[in-house]
């Protein structure tokens, strides 16, 4: 992917350890590619290798004394009336006099227009490119490890990570292997990923010292990742005063736990000066909380807060919080409900400090949910959404499931309705109605020691579409898969480039609509294995404690979330989606069962009752999974072997996989409907 820039004469004009890592990599690009790499500046570190003369590329820090002669003097021209300042991590891209050249005033921004010349490839250096500014929609792109320190009895090492082991950690001690490491740093800079948290927001005790006396791990990690802009928070228990410290309480509002946290984070800092960070999942599936103490959300969070301020830290806490002790037969709970219910009233009491990181949904990182009302319920609060890039419940990096089109439509949601801002707009602080603070994008990652890093070579992409949305959320999700074929599979590394585009995108491009299909219908969620969450078990959950139920009997199927009749749920909206949710006519379809508990005739806007759309979905799906193997066999000699034979495995598994799920699933509601397939297929 660096051979266009790699052929060429390049300078790069900056100091500081960010510009070390641009020309570090130009020069590793040139000395690989015949190119030829220079450096100028004003610091120590000009003296890296001498200036080369006339050049083809130069990327430039504007701050850096007078930018040299070889930068073209018409490529500072401002951009255009409409552009304010670069920013800290933009930059600005053109081409004057057949130099293309790339401007920053921080040298992150550098950093990032590095990594855009290599994704542009050669158009970078043919044509026109008049000036242009790149910047992140949003100041905060973050992925969040489930990593243990240890390996847990029954989740593993990683939690809900389906691609070996941690890469932080192995047998306990931090992983030898630092070449992964700056790897890793280096893969997430290319994407735009700026913040990293290191371990599982369950917190174990061995990971709880992490803050303590293992903090030298964390100061490591930072270490390793700094050069690519990359800081680094920690997940941390609310309990730590107790557990590390040995206090007898980790009450908010005592003296002593406030003081311990200041410490304590005062340590931190002193090591790592700029520490990202705390992750907290307090009150959360038996994670300790400030509900112990009589105390609520916000004195928890701000407690922590107040301890980050002064260094510059903020606290990312979680909205997950539900009552995970259920009873199945009390209809009055609804866990769909519990995030808003607890936060919205907490609004304008959370410091500045403190980002509330709500899941995209309602319940649990579902192929399909409503998006959570509280991200419209919290004006006077920094948001963060968490998306899910582990692939928990959208098939454990077994399946094919390219998750950019689902979280595309997350993003573009418009929660005040089609005139009004969307997610995206709420995150990235533009101008609307209340005192909007701008906000992160946030997702648990899916990365391991596996050799392909992700289990699935394919499931790179989704860690590719991530990085590539928290810096802009309006891109098409089509063009970001693209770009990750360009990358992963350069032209010059595979016997057919335009049948390889044309694969992946067959495979891909519908494969999420394809999961959906083949697994728990119309929006109603779940259904999965309790033991692990993969595979099919229609009532895997529907007499356990956890809250996600589907009520399916012999006349029909869903949850009544309407104020009318239901749990009030749909009244968590604002208008319209609160009226549109609420009522049968006008909720969309792929909803349905979210929202509405309807008989199995009831006729969708297809035209088709759902009992024949629970079928025609599930038969479709399976045969879409064919086909995307099929499509995957033309492959075969044409990529790199060890790739091809690792997705024909997956495939493979994904086949039977979906095989199981449609006909649980379809001979689940035929005997409990009594209807037949009107297409006469067989249901067992
Ligand atoms: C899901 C997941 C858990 C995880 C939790 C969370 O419920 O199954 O493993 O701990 O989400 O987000 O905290």
Redesign the pocket.
């Known amino acids: 992917a660096f051979r266009a820039l790699g052929t060429r004469r390049v300078l790069v004009h900056g100091d500081g350890p960010l510009v070390d890592t641009v020309f570090a990599e130009v020069a590793r690009a040139c000395a690989a590619h015949g190119g030829r790499a220079g450096r100028t500046g004003t610091g120590a570190t000009s003296g890296d290798a001498p200036p080369v003369g006339p050049v083809d590329v130069a990327l430039a820090l504007r701050t850096t004394g007078g930018l040299p002669s070889a930068v073209p003097a018409g490529a500072s021209a401002v951009p255009g009336p409409d552009d304010g300042p670069l920013g800290d991590e933009g930059f600005l891209l053109t081409r004057v006099d057949d130099v293309t050249v790339v401007l920053a005033d921080a040298p992150a921004g550098l950093l990032y227009g590095l990594f855009h010349l290599v994704r542009l490839g050669e158009s970078a250096y043919v044509g026109d490119h008049p000036p242009r500014a790149h910047r992140p929609a949003l100041r905060r792109r973050m992925l969040d490890h ?1 990593d243990n320190v240890a390996v847990h009895p029954v ?1 593993g090492q990683v ?2 990570g389906y691609a070996g082991g941690s890469i932080f950690w192995r047998d306990g001690a931090p992983h030898g292997d630092r070449d992964r490491l700056r790897a890793y740093g280096r893969l997430l800079a290319s994407m735009g990923v700026n913040a990293i948290s290191v371990n599982n ?2 917190v174990g005790l061995t990971e709880a010292r992490l803050l303590t006396d293992r903090l030298d791990d964390v100061v490591d990690l930072a270490d390793l990742l700094r050069p690519y802009g990359i800081r680094v928070h920690l997940s941390v228990t609310f309990a730590a005063p107790v557990v590390l410290g040995g206090l007898p309480t980790a009450d908010p509002l005592d003296d002593g736990v406030r003081d311990w946290w200041e410490s304590t984070t005062r340590r931190v800092y002193a090591r790592i000066p700029d520490f990202g960070g705390y992750v907290v ?1 307090a009150d ?2 038996g994670q300790p909380g400030p509900f112990s103490y009589g105390r609520d959300h916000a004195d928890g969070a701000n407690l922590l807060a107040a301890a980050l301020a002064p260094h510059g830290g903020v606290v990312h806490w ?1 909205a ?1 919080v539900y009552d995970h002790r259920q009873d199945w037969r009390d209809r009055t709970t609804d866990r769909a409900r519990a995030a808003y219910d607890h936060f919205a009233p907490l609004d304008g009491r959370f410091a500045d400090n403190v980002v509330l990181q709500v ?1 995209f949904g309602p319940v ?2 579902q192929p399909r949910e409503p998006v959570s009302p509280v991200i419209a319920a919290m004006p006077a609060t920094r948001l963060a959404v968490e998306l899910q890039v582990t692939q ?1 419940y959208t098939g454990q990096q077994w399946h094919a499931c390219y998750l950019a089109p689902w979280w595309r439509e997350v993003l573009a949601f418009r929660p005040w309705g089609a005139a009004e801002r969307s997610v995206a707009d709420v995150l990235a602080d533009v101008p609307g109605p209340g005192p909007r603070r701008g906000g992160d994008l946030v997702a648990v990652a899916n990365v391991g020691d596996d050799p392909f890093w992700c289990g699935h070579p394919l499931a790179q992409a989704n860690l590719y579409a991530f990085g590539r949305l928290a810096w802009d959320p309006g891109l098409d999700p089509g063009a970001l898969l693209d770009e990750w074929i360009d990358l992963t599979f350069p032209a010059s590394t595979v016997g057919d480039p335009a049948l390889v585009r044309e694969t992946l995108h067959a495979v891909l491009d519908d494969s999420w609509r394809t999961y959906e299909r083949y697994t728990a219908p119309l929006g109603v969620g779940f259904m999965v294995n309790p033991a692990g ?1 993969y595979g099919p078990g229609v009532d895997g959950y529907e007499y356990s404690r956890w809250g996600t139920y589907h009520f399916a009997d012999r006349d029909g199927v869903g949850v009544d979330r309407t104020c009318a009749t239901g749990t009030g749920f749909a009244g968590q909206y604002p208008q319209p989606w609160s009226q549109v949710y609420e009522s049968l006519e006008r909720c969309p379809d792929e909803l349905l069962l979210f929202f509405h508990h309807v008989p199995y005739s009831h006729v969708l806007h297809s035209g088709v009752p759902v009992i024949q759309h629970i079928y025609d979905t599930h038969f479709a799906g399976v045969e879409e999974v064919v086909a995307m193997r099929d499509r995957w066999t033309r492959l075969a000699g044409v990529i790199d072997r060890a790739v091809y034979d690792r997705v024909v495995e997956r495939l493979d598994e994904q086949l039977r996989c979906a095989t199981e799920w449609r006909d649980q699933v379809n001979t689940y509601f035929f005997r409990k409907s009594g209807v037949p397939d009107a297409k006469g297929r067989h249901i067992y």
């Open positions: 489930w989740m939690e809900r927001v369950n999942k959360s599936e979680r997950f899941k649990d990182f928990e969450h």
